[in-house]
């Protein structure tokens, strides 16, 4: 099983991260090349979310050119392709973004899991036609042992079998642990509080 954790250190070195804030957020632009010169043997992912910008064109070049500048990241995570408060996705912006990353790893971040239910596979279905690698899925705020609260997660992952990566995010490694023990997993991301 693969770990990744959320980092905005330069300082901190893990075999495979997610450079974000805390709010999953941009990092500093800079830190993915440095990250990658410092070591170059980690998997380094960079999240694209600028909460802060409210306009929408904006955004959406914002995030194109933050790809850009960071060169040296491995893969992207971002929240930002959603529309309709997590009912439809952006799909044209999705396929232009996926032009902008190339071959390297498109991620849609935790937000996802604010996605009804009745709805989360069909939207998986979408991101699995436009190429994206992988899905994460916020499991912070659940209870391990409520299985009606795991169960949205537990379909989806039935669901997207070998077609898309679904990454849960956990808190800490107790959680992961609890988690892995009811559901199997080949990823997983260590996001913190």
């Given at each position: 099983?693969?770990?990744?954790?959320?980092?905005?250190?330069?300082?901190?070195?893990?075999?495979?991260?997610?450079?974000?804030r805390k709010?999953?957020?941009?990092?500093?632009?800079?830190?993915p090349?440095?990250?990658k010169?410092?070591?170059?043997?980690s998997?380094i992912?960079?999240?694209?979310?600028?909460?802060?910008?409210?306009?929408?064109?904006?955004?959406?070049?914002?995030?194109?050119?933050?790809?850009?500048?960071?060169?040296t990241a491995d893969?992207?995570?971002?929240?930002?392709?959603?529309?309709?408060?997590?009912?439809?996705?952006?799909?044209?912006?999705?396929?232009?973004?996926?032009?902008?990353?190339?071959?390297?790893?498109?991620?849609?971040?935790?937000e996802?899991?604010?996605?009804?239910?009745?709805?989360?596979?069909?939207?998986?279905?979408?991101?699995?036609?436009?190429?994206?690698s992988?899905?994460?899925?916020?499991?912070?705020?659940?209870?391990?042992?409520?299985?009606?609260?795991?169960?949205?997660?537990?379909?989806?992952?039935?669901?997207?079998?070998?077609?898309?990566?679904?990454?849960?995010?956990?808190?800490?490694?107790?959680?992961?642990?609890?988690l892995i023990?009811?559901?199997?997993?080949?990823?997983?991301?260590?996001?913190?509080?």
């Open positions: 099983m693969k770990t990744i954790h959320r980092n905005h250190s330069l300082s901190e070195k893990f075999t495979s991260e997610i450079l974000a709010d999953f957020s941009a990092p500093n632009l800079v830190l090349e440095m990250k010169a410092l070591y170059p043997e998997e992912f960079a999240s694209l979310n600028h909460w802060e910008e409210t306009d929408r064109f904006l955004l959406k070049n914002l995030i194109i050119e933050s790809v850009r500048k960071m060169e893969g992207f995570i971002t929240d930002q392709v959603f529309q309709d408060h997590h009912h439809h996705l952006d799909l044209r912006f999705i396929s232009e973004l996926s032009k902008v990353i190339g071959d390297r790893h498109f991620i849609v971040g935790p996802f899991s604010k996605v009804p239910p009745f709805l989360q596979s069909r939207l998986l279905d979408e991101l699995i036609y436009h190429d994206i992988g899905v994460m899925y916020d499991v912070r705020g659940i209870d391990m042992d409520d299985f009606n609260a795991l169960q949205p997660l537990a379909k989806l992952k039935i669901h997207a079998k070998k077609r898309i990566v679904i990454t849960p995010v956990v808190k800490d490694e107790a959680q992961m642990k609890r023990g009811s559901i199997p997993f080949e990823v997983v991301s260590i996001h913190g509080e």
